[in-house]
């Protein structure tokens, strides 16, 4: 029996017909040993049973006829395009294919070439033709269902050259050793991996085809959740956490003086949290959910169980803005709560101690806070990643939450977890809501709580794509309107990624020209992140006492900004900005009984057709978790995995999202395993592929490839 992680190891020169040269294009294509080569999965088949000949083929409708070239033309047109001209024939009857701007099709489809070509047949001066038509070079390669190798042609190889190699690599290779157990495969109906490495080159039929597939698909994701959930049992294995109590008194007093009752989501949440919390294995989950679903205040309660049983509680933000207003949001949330003081104390309580450590805080300031923290008279530390820096110590760290896992690496994280004696317990929120079998590959390693609810009194918001001059003009009136009507607005400014002083520039630029034009006459206010705390606290409060009609802002409002008299929010230049993003901040307004707007200014010309398919997204639903789907399917599972898109990836035919149930199915295989007798140890071949294909041993281009799944 052969097996895979031995053929990672055999380099594809050692193949019949491959030699330096075709070894180098291979190699372009990230094949380099054998397993690579039975790895590169075929693009698309050509069922031959669909092959009709040309003569009948019906005028305007598509078909795929096998052709032998007859005579090839090259020339270019009056308007200087390359125009290539192949007269095809199958015996039937003739057909001439042309080529706009592929001029490398005269050596491609040199006389006497057997290809298939695909495409609509045309009518042009009496002459079939077919313009642009998809072509497959087949050789002689027989059978029904042909496979195509995908970027053959710019690697210098042909498709049949691949498909040649790949069938005498199976044919020496024999029969596969299976590496997952056959329980699994039975439990599952999953074909042998020797029967799916040939039927995804090489079905008979489509069903052949379907259940490779499906066996391969399963592989790749039980490869990657066998590395998250190893990596998960590591670490609570290796950590002694805290064992909180969740019976003190702060976060009950917490509870009871907000103005609302919690939703169900967020008990639930809380209950989830709190089981964590109160077991002695540190705990390592996901909370995910909407905006406005109310995460911060789950997330505080957490920290609160640890500040109420004389530990510490962090609170980290991606970015510096991001952190001072989550700071000032948890001060506003505190504000007037105590807890019993330590020793001896006339009254006995105290007031919650909040501070803010972020590479801006003056050094001064910062040694003090430090000093604070060691000591033990800070209860929570709210900051970016100057919070996890050497030289902040805390006396004792007992919760810890992250806000946007996705910007932290996870040494940052493994960075937290040794701050203290105890590892203490991590919380990582997200407000990208991530559909949720993407997030338990992406964030495999993690449980997940979902606040699937939002508060109640929510009215939605309508949001408009102002794509034109005269719709812009509407969307400015709508913003004088709603003022007239005693409401208020947020006006988000470009984005500008380059430079935090050129956006608060922008910013200023544009309070002044809606100053002297759109807005004249209404009281604007300015935030953007180039403003002291101080400052903007104090502009913060003025837009919210009703002083400032207008906040112009740049995107330090995306979070913790709570003024339900606020309406409209116009985003200039929206098409700068992702949809999460956009979707974030649109999320500042609607918080009140009054019908709230957004309006996306973004001229529809030259716009990217994904740049329109995210405003449209935006302007048709609310729904998070649609949205991240829109996103998902945008933006490509590339990127959601952060996996390099040449070469080798982790995700060659499963996808997250049609794959969804053997997401789970993986998942539920990988606990298996992993916690069963002897571990991932006693599945040595399995243990092996996981290495190889995924491993950061490996020396190929995957070497990082498990820190990218979880740096993501
Ligand atoms: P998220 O972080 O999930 O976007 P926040 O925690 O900022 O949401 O909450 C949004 C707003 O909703 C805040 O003003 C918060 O005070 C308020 N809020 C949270 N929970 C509730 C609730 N159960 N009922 C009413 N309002 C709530
Ligand atoms: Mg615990």
Redo the contacts with the bound molecule.
Sequence with gaps: MRRLSQLARIPVTELHGVGPKKADGLASLGIVTVADLLMHYPRRYLDRTNQARIADLALGEEGMVLATVRRVQSRRTRNRRSLVEVDVGDGSAYLRCTFFNQAWRASQLSTGTNAVFFGRLEQFQGRRRMTNPVVDLVGDRTGRIVPVYPQSEKAGLTTWELGGWIEGALERAGPFLDPVPAEVRRRFGLVERSAAIRGIHLPETADDHRSARTRLVFDELLRIQLVLVRRKRELEQAAVGVAHHLDGVLVRRFHER?P????TA?QRAIAEIGHDLAGPVPMHRLLQ??????????ALSALLVAVQGGHQGAFMAPTEVLAEQHHL?IRR?VEGLTLAAEGDNLFGERPVRVELVTSRTPAAERARVAAALAGGDVDLAVGTHALIQEQVAFRSLGAVVIDEQHRFGVEQRAALRGKGTAVPDVLV?T?TPIPRTAAMTVYGDLDVSV?DEL???RTPVTTRWARTEAQEGEAWAGVRAEVAAGHQAFVVCPLIEESEAIEARSAEETLHRLGQGELAGLRLGLLHGRIGVRDKDVAMEAFRAGDVDVLVATTVIE??V?VPNATVMVVVDADRFGLAQLH?LR?RVG?GRAVSWCHLLAPAEGLTPEAQARLEALERTSDGFELAEVDLDLRGEGTLMGAQQKGRSDLRLASLRRDEVWVGRAREVAFTLVDGPGGLDAHPELAQEVELLLGPDDAGPSGDRTEYLFKS
Excluded: E, I, N, Y
């Design positions: 907000l609302f009752g919690l939703t967020q959910g909407d905006v406005g679903s109310g995460k911060t205040l789950v949001g949330l929120m407000a606040l508060p109640p009194g979070v913790g709570d974030q999320g918080r």
